[in-house]
């Protein structure tokens, strides 16, 4: 009986065939799953699918073509000549390990059919290079030596260097060891290959097998390779991208491909958390090919995320998008694990997040949590603080005029000691004419922020101090800052300009290192003698995270202040003590600099200055004749008492004592 033809791959017919089973295509099968909702996956992954699925319908105006059998005959060789190690737990409970052929996940068949299966109008292969981030576990690094393994033996191609390529040598043989294993477990690579090397294989060389001689091979290479000549790499599986600390390995690759027009770089990682480095650029570029932004019909693209509302620490069933072999290589029991501890140790958060759920992070290890930050982020409305009466504090980060500026003011409902509520909103300035420029070199989207109104971009090159002065003189009129923390750096030029204009802001010097200003003095205990208070960053930064963990601080929606917090990197001396570091900083930090300023004078003020309520019961504890605490009435409160109580919002009676203090307010006012 004749088989049934294949319907032309560019027709809806074709694509219902795949879903019927009469097409076996797992390429297109996985991409109609995934849209069809059926396969959990991220929004990058079902971008990837799109694009499969558009270039299917109208590929060939543009000169691709779909091959059906290049995408079946490597996902064959990977279940016909490759074998994987599995842990099982028999009958009595005892864990065994046992081989079994290597059946490529439908993830896994979609990536490497993609890669084999889409030719160019010459008939070669589409893809050169290919950007694969998926979460820790999901066997990325036995799929490489896969694909190294056909690249080798599959290929037909003569005298094929295969390289398993990272920034040291021993990273580089880690993951070549897990094509070694495949070669140890695979009758039909140990027939083709010959391994070679002391002690431990280095080298596995491809046999020919009509001429028995060596005909290309598979080895581990990195960037401290020395040598006048440079590899000429037919394929290039580069591994742990996120661990780069440069883009050396990269470019020693893509530069020993030059003249093949066949070759392939492979890149595999997990998230990271800089997007400054060379995964951070290669991630942010797959993902503008991805989403149509940037056009690169020679770029292969799989980001296996969560979406941004996901949050993996409270609903499992987000853990597939990170997760493709979920299940699989990688057990639910275990991650449980890490979410676990990550929830009980902060310092651990971030590599979770990196490592289990793909999610990129400000900086190695989170100084400031993701979950903790976006708990205080809040909607603020200043004018309503500023009715309320609340006392108004200013932090400011002046750039070296052609960065961030940041201006924050704090507000504190309550002043408690030690229990100090704050509200804040920042206020960002920046240069206009140099803002794409930075925006490419920070990898952050300022022109979209200044659009959205996140941060004013001031007209010229540079941040000039006479608009500057303009811009917080406006604020402060409004708001009344009674203090304002400034950084040294910039504020001698910014007082100056001030006085020309004969104008002052109540700015103090709030020091950046670790260097300790002393502001004043508050009385010690009888026979102590005064202690100092000072202003310091660490005691600021203390203060700052003490209110973030217990949920005293709230701040104004703005992602130019969520992308400082996330950047966050500190410095510590060797008494243990903290500091911003901006020379290590993930991205910009200045939003977070001015904010632990405001917080350091807010509290500095709150401890040393009166308060206008401490002023008025001082005033009528010395003037008020026949209002003692002897001639109070029974249950009344005096000056002293009422000036303590109003320092303290959690107490019974501070609702009584603030509305006498605003009687008398009232009273003087008439008076006058």
Same mark, same amino acid.
Request: net charge negative; glycine share 8%; with cysteine.
């Given at each position: ?91 009595? &409970? ?22 084999? &299966? ?472 200045? &939003? ?75 009273? &003087?006012?008439?008076?006058?």
């Amino acid at each position: 009986m004749r088989r049934k033809a294949i319907p032309d791959y560019a027709s809806k017919e074709y694509s219902l065939a795949v879903v019927a089973g009469q097409v076996d295509d797992k390429v297109t099968l996985y991409c109609l799953r995934v849209k069809s909702g059926e396969i959990v996956a991220w929004p990058y992954v079902r971008a990837a699918c799109d694009r499969h699925l558009g270039n299917l319908a109208s590929g060939r105006a543009s000169g691709l073509q779909w091959d059906l059998q290049a995408a079946q005959r490597v996902i064959g060789f990977c279940k016909d000549v490759l074998t994987v190690l599995i842990e099982e737990r028999d009958d009595d &409970g005892e864990v065994r390990t046992r081989t079994i052929p290597f059946v490529l996940q439908p993830w896994q068949a979609f990536i490497f059919g993609s890669l084999f &299966g889409w030719k160019n109008r010459a008939g070669l292969r589409r893809f050169r290079r290919a950007y694969v981030e998926t979460a820790k576990g999901s066997g990325k690094s036995p799929m490489a030596s896969a694909l190294g393994h056909y690249m080798l033996t599959g290929q037909r191609k003569p005298d094929a260097e295969i390289y398993s390529a990272a920034s040291a040598l021993d990273q580089a043989e880690i993951a070549f060891r897990h094509a070694v294993s495949m070669w140890e477990m695979s009758p039909a690579l140990r027939r083709r290959l010959v391994a070679s090397g002391e002690k431990k294989v280095r080298q596995l060389s491809f046999i020919n097998p009509r001429t028995r001689r060596p005909a290309g091979f598979f080895k581990p290479i990195s960037a401290e390779k020395k040598g006048k000549s440079g590899p000429k790499v037919y394929c290039a599986l580069v591994d742990e991208l996120h661990e780069h600390v440069d883009n050396s390995v990269v470019e020693m690759m893509r530069a020993g491909t030059k003249g093949n027009q066949e070759a392939l770089i492979f890149e595999i990682t997990n998230s990271g958390f800089d997007k400054k480095t060379v995964c951070g650029q290669e991630h942010d570029t797959s993902v503008k090919i991805v989403t149509g932004e940037e056009h690169n019909d020679a770029w292969f693209v799989f980001i296996a995320c969560l979406d941004d509302d996901d949050e993996p620490f409270e609903d499992e069933s987000c853990w597939p998008k990170a997760n493709p072999n979920l299940g699989v290589s990688i057990h639910p029991d275990y991650i449980r694990e890490q979410v676990a501890e990550a929830k009980v140790l902060p310092s651990k958060e971030g590599i979770v997040r990196r490592l289990n759920f793909c999610q990129w992070t400000g900086s190695e290890k989170d100084a400031i949590p993701r979950e903790l930050w976006m708990r205080a982020e809040t909607a603020i409305d200043p004018d309503g603080l500023r009715s309320l009466g609340y006392r108004c504090f200013g932090g400011l980060d002046l750039s070296r005029t052609t960065d961030l500026t940041a201006f924050t003011l704090t507000w504190l409902p309550v002043e408690t000691k030690d229990a100090w509520e704050f509200v804040s909103k920042t206020w960002f300035f920046t240069p206009a004419d140099t803002l794409r420029e930075r925006a490419k070199k920070d990898r952050a989207p300022y022109e979209l922020w200044a659009e959205a109104g996140y941060l004013e971009a001031v007209p010229g090159k540079i941040l000039k101090f006479g608009w500057l002065a303009d811009a917080l003189l406006d604020l402060c009129s409004k708001y009344q800052p009674e203090k304002i923390g400034a950084d040294e750096y910039g504020l001698k030029q910014l007082i100056e300009k001030l006085e020309e204009m004969g104008q002052t802001l109540p700015c103090v010097v709030h020091p950046q290192g670790f260097r300790q200003r002393v502001v004043g003095e508050r009385p010690g205990q009888a026979g102590t003698g005064a202690e100092e208070i000072t202003l310091w960053m660490p005691d600021s930064i203390n203060k700052l995270e003490a209110a973030l963990l217990e949920n005293r601080l709230k701040v104004d929606v703005n992602p130019v202040m969520r992308m400082c917090s996330q950047g966050v990197v500190y410095t510590q001396n060797r008494t243990g003590h903290r500091m911003f570091d901006k020379d290590k900083a993930t991205t910009r930090i200045d &939003g977070m600099v001015s904010l632990a300023m405001s917080i350091g004078v807010g509290t500095m003020n709150a401890e040393f200055q009166q308060s206008v309520y401490d002023q008025m019961a001082a005033a009528e504890t010395k003037g008020a004749a026949g209002d003692t605490e002897d001639d109070a009435e029974p249950g009344a409160m005096t000056p002293a008492q009422e000036a303590e109580i109003l320092r303290d919002s959690a107490h019974p009676r501070w609702q009584e004592a603030r509305d006498r203090f605003e009687d008398r307010l009232i009273a &003087g006012r008439n008076d006058d």
